[in-house]
């Protein structure tokens, strides 16, 4: 089995060191231990596990004094660890079995866990896949952002619609993080700048400490413990008693909320851009303080010194690179020149070519209205300083554009770091390019769009600075842990090398005509199934048939992502099966889940759409077990964990050109579903090495909707001549599923028919006809799994390990490591 081989000698050390930490967790007057007490005694003893590896890791590093990677992200969406940490320490067997002599349910004990959702989707995932890659490739990185008090809210659905609740995820305490007070560090805001003759001093500001929690970051047993580092905002200790002399000491100490406020809540959009104060103060907090802190360690290179041991910047960008997970952190480049420039006192040209050679920049989205422009009054107000740099970046970067191209001011002003206007921004993506020696896309169709059109006329003034980095998923928790079932029987055919090299998931292509493999894929696909439908029926109460087909799509809501889409041949399937009962139908169960932005009344709406189909359908005695539509609430990632393994289909069909990549269609391929999707994003590379015959892809392609846009899309002709478009959109619109409030859904079928920028009509027709092939396949067992096999066979390239490998080599001058560090029970070399 794939979950470490359980030792006797390994069970009983964890039974006793469960049993000791059991002991300690029971207070004198509580004697009887809850289900949540054993979890904590359970993290507790794998913990012990991590924090020797951890220390010697941290220790190997300052003695080689390698290279650091610093990954900055505001989003880190990080699911929950005590399984992660098991199988990449290879103790989940005699975790297993230890529990069980103890008469617990290791299964009951893991759902006890709450998801540390410090993200939003796609973007913070990313980020967590990426550490644990980095650590399993033995680099020296370290992961960065905010270590938010409330993560993505809780979504309750309440009569069919979306109610947000606050996930107070530290409610009991985290058993994985460590604060370190020690390190604690002072950001400033507001104040004013002063030009003086000794440099540019920034005055008056006030201050609000950053306190560092730090959380185990394990590889793939090679016994590397990487960092991640989370800020938490603290009121320093006299924050506003200086202005209150009058008395008010009461006050004074309530508005102590003010400055913590910072780290409170994670902003819940995605793709979409909300510029409000508070995010600006959360950006830049997390940027000031992991500078500083970055800084520190460059000066301090020798284990166990304080002193500072560099003073020159020269070799900076060969100890340290900086990746900027999209332009949330774009304050680290010109909070970089400040610290070189009026702290370190360095050159003004030298600072920059310093920070230029540190930086890299990885963009996440063409969608125009998710990208960053901030007001300059609030920087004026906030970051006075920064905003001169800005400024001076600017002119330096405009002069040089100008000199190429004299007398091109159009140019001149699409280059701009500032855009003018009736309120002037600073485009902050632009911000990332000039000061970044690179810039990637995450997957290459969406790295050619950011060419050719959203950074056009960099890439003609610098095309070497940009570059592709197909996305990838951690196989770790992707296969090995969600799907167990799956990974056995694949380490049993071509052994365990997969784990840390998914592309010798090729050699699987050998079986893909083994009638034994075939039964075992199919076998173990039935089984999480299964379990997947007693999940839903012991949660949320719906019955479902496990022999039908499990069509998936999950994933935030989003116009773009078009689930509006999904409930139109959802509705289409109705239509058919009222029309002609006795006609035999291919049973499916739609499943649809994902969280809509608490501001975003259309996505909010889709999901009331999602659930008062689902309620017509599930509740038809004329469809029974042939068709329903289940919305899965309060989809996160240890949602994700069962759902997936459970697809037979997954849904990947935004309009071609504005999924930069998606990371859940490799989760879904490497689990064996099988993808409907257009060419977009990684569909595009997933089809092309599967074959896209082993894919069911439909609809336009990028071209194709350029042309539709030059042509003009119209909505209404398409309603016009599809007559099965008609009646769905008909019944939406005439209260057939909303039947106690018939105008419900008007401001959904009003966007559908005149403002549809996602153009959803356009590939109607495309989609339900590609779904019919889905049917067709299905009914055919065999052949199924075996596109199933060859899917997974081809999946090998979106790990994130082969991602972060290309990010090594190619952004950041390092070179992976497959050697392990000596076990804490072993000498050091």
């Known amino acids: ?45 794998v913990r012990d596990h991590l924090v020797g590896r951890w220390i010697r890791t941290q220790q190997h590093y300052y003695e080689r004094d390698p290279k650091r990677i610093y990954y900055l992200s505001l989003e880190f969406y990080m699911g929950r660890t005590l399984q992660n940490t098991m199988v990449n320490l290879g103790l989940q067997n005699a975790c297993d079995e230890a529990i069980y002599q103890l008469g617990l349910d290791l299964e009951e004990l893991e759902e006890i866990e709450e998801d540390a959702g410090l993200g939003n989707g796609g973007l913070g995932r990313l980020a967590a896949c990426f550490l644990d890659s980095m650590a399993t490739l033995g680099l020296a990185a370290y992961g960065y952002g905010i270590r938010y008090e409330f993560g993505i809210f809780n979504q309750k659905i309440v009569d069919g619609w979306q109610v947000e609740e606050a996930d107070d995820w530290l409610r009991y305490g985290n058993p994985w993080e460590k604060a370190r007070p020690e390190y604690m560090l002072p950001v400033h805001f507001y104040g004013r700048v002063e030009h003086t003759p000794d440099g540019v001093k920034w005055m008056d500001t006030q201050v609000v400490l950053a306190m560092p929690y730090d959380t185990p970051v394990p590889g793939y ?127 003004w040209d030298k600072a920059w070519e310093i920070t230029k050679r540190t930086c890299a920049y990885t963009n996440h989205t063409v969608l125009p209205e998710a990208l960053e422009r901030w007001p300059v009054s609030m920087f004026e107000k906030l970051l006075p300083r920064h905003l001169e740099i800005i400024y001076a970046l600017n002119q330096m970067h405009l002069d040089r554009v100008a000199a190429l191209y004299p007398g091109d001011i159009d140019r001149l002003r699409r280059m701009s770091v500032i855009e003018e206007g009736d309120c002037k921004r600073i485009n902050m993506a632009h911000l990332c390019v000039i000061g970044s020696h690179a810039v990637n896309g995450v997957a290459r169709i969406h790295s050619d769009i950011v060419k050719n059109s959203v950074f056009k006329d960099f890439y003609e003034l610098e095309p070497e600075k940009f570059q592709n980095k197909t996305n990838g998923i951690t196989p770790r928790r992707w296969l090995l842990l969600c799907n167990p079932g799956l990974a056995d029987i694949i380490a049993e055919k071509i052994g365990e090398g997969f784990i840390t090299d998914l592309s010798q998931l090729k050699k699987l292509l050998d079986f893909i005509d083994n009638e034994t493999f075939i039964r075992d894929v199919a076998k173990v696909k039935q089984e999480n199934k299964l379990k997947f439908a007693a999940y839903l029926e012991e949660q949320y109460k719906v019955k479902i048939n496990p022999t039908s087909m499990f069509d998936v799509q999950v994933k935030r809501i989003h116009e773009y992502k078009r689930q509006l889409l999904n409930c139109l041949h959802a509705i289409t399937l109705y239509n058919r099966i009222r029309c002609n009962p006795s006609k035999s139908f291919v049973p499916r169960t739609i499943m649809i889940g994902g969280k809509a932005a608490p501001g975003y009344h259309m996505a909010k709406m889709i999901i009331k759409l999602i659930t008062s189909i689902g309620d017509v359908i599930n509740n038809d005695p004329y469809v029974g077990d042939k068709l329903k539509v289940i919305f899965l609430e309060n989809y996160r990632v240890s949602l994700a964990e069962k759902v997936i393994p459970a697809a037979d289909l997954s849904q990947q069909i935004s309009t071609a050109g504005t999924e930069a990549s998606g990371t859940g269609n490799m989760k879904f391929m490497v689990n064996g579903a099988l993808t409907i999707g257009t060419m977009d994003g990684a569909n595009v590379e997933m089809a092309e090495e599967a074959g896209e015959e082993n894919l069911f892809i439909f609809g336009m392609r990028v071209e194709d909707v350029e042309a539709l846009d030059r042509k003009g899309y119209n909505a209404q002709e398409y309603y016009e001549s599809l007559p099965e478009l008609r009646q769905a959109i008909d019944q939406i619109s005439s209260g057939f599923f909303s039947p106690r409030d018939p105008g419900c859904f008007r401001d959904v079928v009003n966007m559908l028919m005149h403002h549809d ?67 804490p029970n072993l000498p050091r070399n």
């Not at 359980?6 to 007057?29: C, I, M, P, Q």
């Not at 990487?226 to 006050?251: C, H």
């Open 757 to 823: 920028r996602f153009k959803v009509f356009a590939d109607y027709e495309a989609y339900i006809k590609c779904q019919g092939q889905v049917d067709q396949l299905f009914m055919d067992p065999r052949e199924w799994t075996r596109k199933v096999i060859r899917n997974i066979a081809c999946s090998g390239k979106f790990s994130s390990d082969r991602t972060i490998t290309e990010y090594a080599r190619e952004i950041w001058g390092v070179e992976p490591s497959a050697t392990a560090i000596p076990p």
């Open 221 to 347: 047993k090679n016994n590397t413990v990487n960092t991640m580092r989370l800020w938490s905002a603290k009121a320093p200790n006299d924050f506003n008693l200086q202005e209150f002399n009058m008395g008010d000491y009461i006050e004074a100490v309530l508005d102590r909320n003010l400055a913590e406020n910072i780290s409170r809540v994670l902003y819940p959009n995605d793709n979409f851009f909300e510029g409000k104060e508070l995010r600006l103060k959360q950006e830049y907090f997390v940027v000031a303080a992991t500078l500083q802190d970055i800084i520190r360690r460059f000066k301090s290179s020798k284990f166990g010194c304080r002193d500072p041991v560099r003073t020159c910047f020269e070799t900076f960008p060969d100890k340290v690179a900086i990746q900027l997970n999209d332009t949330h952190p774009a304050l680290s480049i010109p909070e970089l020149m400040r610290i070189l420039v009026d702290v370190e006192k360095v050159d």
């Open 1 to 45: 089995s794939v979950r470490g081989i359980a030792g006797l000698g390994d069970v009983a050390e964890v039974r006793k060191s469960f049993n000791r930490h059991l002991h300690f967790t029971l207070v004198k007057d509580r004697n009887v231990a809850t289900p949540r007490d054993y979890y904590f005694a359970l993290a507790h003893t």
